[in-house]
Structure formats: C-alpha cells, structure tokens
C-alpha cells in the first residue's frame, strides 16, 4: 500500500474519546515492549510517529492514527508489565478489553510476539479470546533481526506449534517480522489492505 498520509489523531484514556468517525481500525497489541509501536512506525516508514522506547509500559493510552485519510493504526498499551501500580495495570486492562470487545470498526488485530521468546501465557490468553471471540487476526513475531537465520527458523517453528495447540482460526499464521530491518512488512501490509478493503466494500 502506497501511504500518502500518516497523522498522530488522539489518545485516547477513555471510551468517550474514541473517534467516531467509523472509518476501520486496525489494531497492534502484545506485551509491554515488544515492539508495537516500532511496528507502526516502519510500516509507515516513519520515525518517531508512534512514540517508542527501551522501557516497558510507554504506551498508557489509545492512540490513534489516521492513515491515506481512510483508515486507522490504534496504538494499544502493553500487557504483562509487572512493575506498573496494579490500579494502573487493571485501568489499562479494562481499557483495552473494552475496545477489543466493544469496538464494532476493528477490522483487524495484529498480535506481536517476541521472536527470541516462546509465546507468554498472557499472549496465549489473548490468541484464545481473539479466537473465541471471532476477531479476524494476524500473528507476527518482532525483533527477527536479533536472531540468526537458522535461530529464527526454529523459533518460529517452535512458536507456531505453541499457537496452534490454542487455536489457529482464519489468521492464525505466524508471519516473521523486523522493525528494524523492514522484514515482513509487505505481507503486513498485505493483511491489512485486505482487511480494510473488505470492511469498506458494499455488501
Ligand atoms: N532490534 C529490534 N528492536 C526492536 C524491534 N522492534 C522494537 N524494538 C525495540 O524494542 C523496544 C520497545 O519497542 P516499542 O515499539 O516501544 O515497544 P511497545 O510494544 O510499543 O512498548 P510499550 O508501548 O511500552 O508496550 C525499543 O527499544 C525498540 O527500539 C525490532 O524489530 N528489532
Ligand atoms: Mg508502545
């Protein structure tokens, strides 16, 4: 997809201050510093325009960012940061269950994993309420850059086996990812212009 135009919207701390535009949405979550933020910002090809850092818990709020003036990345809080206050870690939980419950133009969630690590319980748990839930999804492991070819290989195949044992539904592939290096993207982009082609054509 050929992006023309990528802007920062809203952040938003509370469900009335979700757009109400109802363009589609796609959404980017995992756990706390795995790189979803990094994931938008290179496939737009940006930098900077998600906010990124090396400490967990950087993102608290929804953000949302409107793309080609058609459709929007949400930005999504981390799960799995243990150090944060536990208030602080429950509001961001019913945060994000809320929008991933109720919100009607998510046409897509990408769930980020770590590509050095087996998938965390908490991301197992996400894959089954995504599953049993209906969500349309797409599972992509970050961060292959830190590992060798062969290393990603097998980790990817190790991944895979700990996914599906859940559930593989219609996206429950596992694409390899780097923000770093850009690989992966194209099948991303892939995903999403499917998804948000499908929502905006008549039916
Ligand atoms: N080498 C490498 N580093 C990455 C990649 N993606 C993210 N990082 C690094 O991982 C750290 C966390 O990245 P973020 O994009 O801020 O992660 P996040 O999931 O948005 O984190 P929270 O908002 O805190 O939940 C940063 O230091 C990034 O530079 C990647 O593909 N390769
Ligand atoms: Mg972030």
């Not at 790189?35 to 967990?56: D, E, H, Q, Y």
């Not at 961060?143 to 195949?157: F, G, I, R, T």
């Not at 770093?180 to 995903?191: F, I, Q, S």
């Amino acid at each position: 997809m050929k992006v023309n135009s990528a802007k920062f919207v809203l952040s938003a701390f509370e469900e009335s201050q979700w757009p109400r535009d109802r363009r589609p949405e796609v959404a980017f979550m995992g756990r706390s510093n795995v790189g979803k933020s990094s994931m938008i910002n290179s496939l737009l090809r940006v930098k900077g325009l998600a906010r990124t850092s090396s400490t967990p818990g950087r993102t608290q709020s929804l953000n949302f960012f409107l793309i080609n003036e058609r459709f929007y990345f949400v930005d999504l809080p981390g799960y799995g940061f243990a150090r944060a206050p536990r208030e602080v870690r429950e509001s961001w939980g019913d945060l994000v269950a809320d929008y991933l419950a109720k919100r009607d133009s998510l046409v897509l969630s990408i769930h980020i994993v770590d590509s050095r690590h087996e998938p965390t319980t908490l991301d197992l748990q996400l894959r089954e309420w995504l599953l049993a839930n209906g969500k349309p999804f797409l599972t992509v492991a970050t961060k292959s850059d830190k590992l060798s070819q062969n290393e990603s290989h097998k980790n990817l195949a190790r991944a895979r086996k700990v996914l599906d044992a859940v559930g593989r539904g219609a996206g429950g592939e596992l694409l390899a990812y780097s923000a770093t290096t850009g690989r992966g993207r194209e099948r991303v982009w892939h995903a999403i212009e499917e998804a948000v082609a499908a929502s905006q054509s008549p039916s």
